[in-house]
């Protein structure tokens, strides 16, 4: 019993230091923070670290002080402050901030830094210190014994007790089984130094007397092993975390989320694993995983939750209680956790404290959301009755911040939970006349008068509404309203809605002649019932596309979605389903954001091997420019000027220039122009090899021509002409082009057929004429 209550006594003590404790810090920002910059810059905060371990001690408190009130569970910089404490031998204040940190940050390496402390102050005290030493060391292990890296604590613990001296038999054997229970709590530990603890505990049992060690080494053995398994397990999570990390509010980084599936890793190991050990011990160790959890991801309001809600399942509802406490210190702006907290009051009818957590999200009433005027109203309604509801939602309303949907919520409540249809209605009435201009408003009032089965007051609230909304702001209502008539209404008062439905929104739309049309649409609409359509789905998709076209086909295109796309209300009246899934089977696409192919006509990029190409009659085109393209066509033929002036304004890509050459070189092209040596004789008789040879239509034609006797000299021949110039494989590069056509123009100028020039201009008019194209676009 004295080993339990020391640890708890020695705690209370140091926790009375901390709240005597108080700074008087002056109100020094950090120098990362300026105006609304992130206060949370873990590199900034690493290098003012550093900064403070070079100032004197008077010049670093401050530092300290800044750093832990932005990072109150970086254990690396609680470790860091004390270290410099006890450097410059300020017991005092280094028990202080001792007792400031260490319940909340529970590492090895700050706990072992508090015993360096403890020892430090008591071995001088005799008796009475080595008391206090061995009280320091049971308050450690009762935190952080857990921890997979304690192994080396429990191994200092043993050699401290085994190094205190005894001076009688009684005081011998009193120690030897403090060692040994020590031991024996020690091996069952999955730690990194299980192993180690085991053949230390063998080799004292053993010192001690052999009998009885193999009772007791037989009896330890088995949670030895589980302890050791458990280890290995939990050993691939912890390899996962990073232990330096400072606790900051998520950002989204992909650090941070690799960081927080791995804490998640590890708590679901701890809460799912088997049960190789006592249940006491793997509750003491699930609750450990969750606070050191919470050393790093303390921003994180789902850590929190998850951990009062375990907590709370495991029957402790006070340490929920406490978590959540916590939680709201940590993240004080959390509505999420204020209504989880007051759930687990409510839910264990903590009625007054509930309250009080509701109280804090409503406050005076002036920063209030409307969301927590409603979760208030509703809270007072379940625990407190009707009036006291009442009460608030007559004050709510007063509230800067009230919106329509603290009307709606209390009307609601007041026909659904008091059964009172009449207070329900008056609350509308009242609150139409405050948001009549909200179209959310009229739609959940007419919903309510659908329920009362109340025709005539629903026509009026439409009429109404519609009298004072602006048409861009008025579409849900009318197709509400055409719902409505279908309903309700004859084919009189529907086909009468539909038109007036038409002529107000046509003033909206660009097209609004063609919208005040009649359309298959309109009958689709009327004779559809929830998912059951006049038509097949393929009619109704085909009719919704028609429809697009028909508001879209005069229009000039310059985004991918339309202008102004049909909303969902566009859709279920136009006859598109609002569902997706008309069909079980079948998904179909949102038609709305369908559009014609029509790209932005764009000026092409000028060809390479264009500019500069000489014509016939001395003159040299460089791409670009007005002047350039009529010069161009003075010295064109008058058949291919004539081509060229006449080619229309395409919207579409630009032609490829070199491409359009290479298919140019390929083909058998015949000159029109009269040349100096004959040139059409020449192609009809000259046996001189030419383009067309390496066509490959023309060696198909050719080959389905031969005679079956002539394959192969005909074949021998083909090889033949593949060794010329001309007949060399064509490459798509514009730098082997010109290359190519300069080797052919040698070719025909020392004999050659003069049909490669003729065809060599050909190729060029054309390649100027897809440069005209390029910059007419």
């Given amino acids: 019993m004295t080993d339990q209550t020391s640890p708890q006594r020695f705690g209370r003590y140091i926790i009375k230091l901390g709240q005597a404790f108080s700074t008087s810090i002056v109100n020094w920002p950090p120098p990362w923070v300026h105006g609304n910059a992130d206060k949370f810059n873990a590199e900034a905060a690493e290098i003012l670290a550093n900064e403070a371990l070079r100032l004197p001690m008077s010049d670093a408190v401050p530092i300290y002080e800044q750093l832990l009130a932005t990072f109150p569970t970086s254990a690396k910089y609680w470790k860091q402050y004390v270290e410099a404490l006890m450097a410059v031998n300020n017991d005092e204040a280094t028990r202080q901030v001792f007792s400031r940190c260490l319940l909340n940050c529970l590492q090895v390496p700050l706990w072992r830094c508090y015993i360096r402390f403890i020892r430090k102050i008591n071995d001088m005290k005799g008796i009475e210190g080595q008391e206090e030493t061995k009280k320091a060391y049971e308050f450690m292990l009762n935190y952080v014994g857990a921890d997979i890296a304690s192994g080396p604590v429990w191994m200092e613990y043993i050699a401290y007790l085994k190094s205190l001296p005894a001076q009688t038999t009684l005081e011998e054997s009193q120690r030897m089984t403090t060692i040994r229970k020590t031991c024996q709590r020690a091996i069952i530990m999955p730690t ?411 000026t092409g990029p000028p060809a390479p091997g264009i500019s500069g190409v000489p014509l016939p009659n001395g003159v040299t085109v460089n791409s670009g420019g007005t002047t350039a393209i009529d010069d161009i066509l003075k010295v064109l033929p008058p058949s291919l000027a004539t081509f060229v002036a006449n080619l229309p304004a395409v919207e579409g890509p630009s032609p490829d220039v070199d491409f359009v050459i290479s298919i140019c070189l390929q083909s058998n092209i015949t000159s029109s122009v009269s040349g100096k040596s004959g040139t059409p004789q020449q192609l009809q008789a000259g046996p001189a090899p030419s383009t067309s040879d390496v066509s490959g239509s023309s060696k198909f034609k050719q080959t389905r021509d031969r005679q079956p006797g002539k394959r192969k000299d005909s074949e021998r021949q083909d090889d033949d002409d593949t060794s010329t110039v001309q007949s060399q494989p064509l490459p798509r590069d514009a730098f082997k082009m010109r290359q190519l056509q300069k080797a052919r123009a040698t070719s025909s100028r020392t004999g050659g057929s003069a049909s490669y020039g003729s065809g060599f201009w050909a190729i060029s008019l054309v390649a100027l004429s897809c440069e005209l194209m390029n910059n007419l676009l």
């Fill in 192 to 602: 990194h130094h299980v192993e180690q603890l085991w053949r230390d505990y063998e080799n004292f049992e053993n010192s001690v007397s052999r009998a009885l060690a193999k009772g007791l080494v037989a009896e330890y053995q088995p949670k030895y092993n589980s302890a050791r398994a458990v280890y290995r397990e939990r050993k691939k999570y912890v390899d996962e975390i990073d232990w330096n990390m400072l606790a900051i509010p998520p950002s989204g980084s992909s650090k941070e989320e690799m960081q927080w599936i791995a804490w998640k890793k590890l708590l679901s190991f701890e809460n799912n694993k088997p049960r190789r050990i006592d249940s006491a011990s793997s509750i003491k160790r699930i609750a450990f995983a969750y606070e050191q959890c919470l050393m790093y991801l303390y921003h994180y309001p789902d850590i929190w939750y998850d951990y009062a809600t375990w907590h709370a399942k495991g029957g402790s509802r006070d340490s929920a209680i406490k978590v959540f406490q916590r939680a709201l210190k940590a993240l004080p702006d959390s509505e999420m956790l204020k209504y989880a907290y007051a759930e687990l009051e409510e839910s264990h009818g903590a009625a007054q404290a509930a309250k009080k957590v509701y109280e804090s999200l409503v406050g005076d009433g002036v920063n209030a959301t409307a969301l927590s005027h409603i979760q208030f109203i509703r809270f007072l309604r379940r625990t407190e009755g009707v009036e006291a509801a009442r009460r608030y939602f007559l004050d709510a309303r007063k509230s800067p911040n009230c919106t329509y949907h603290v009307y709606v919520a209390y009307a609601m409540m007041a026909f659904c939970l008091d059964k009172d249809a009449k207070l329900a209605h008056n609350i509308f009435e009242a609150g139409l006349k405050r948001f009549m201009h909200e179209p959310s408003y009229i739609l959940e009032y007419a919903d309510f008068l659908c329920r009362l089965n109340d025709d005539r007051n629903i026509r009026a609230l439409f009429e109404r509404a519609l009298s004072s909304l602006p048409p861009d702001e008025s579409v849900e209502v009318w197709n509400r309203f055409t719902q409505f008539e279908q309903t309700y209404g004859d084919l009189a008062s529907m086909l009468k809605v539909e038109q007036r439905r038409k002529e107000a929104l046509c003033r909206t739309a660009e097209n609004g002649e063609s919208a005040l049309e009649n359309s298959l649409q309109d009958v689709i609409s009327r004779y559809s019932f929830m998912d059951l359509w006049p038509c097949s789905s393929k009619d109704l998709d085909h009719l919704a596309r028609q429809e697009w076209l028909s508001r879209n086909v005069n229009k000039k295109i310059e985004n991918a979605v339309p202008a102004n796309g049909a909303t969902s209300g566009d859709r279920s009246i136009s006859g598109i389903p609002n569902n997706p899934n008309i069909s079980g089977k079948i998904v179909y696409p949102d038609v709305s954001r369908m559009m014609i192919y029509g790209p932005r006509q764009q």
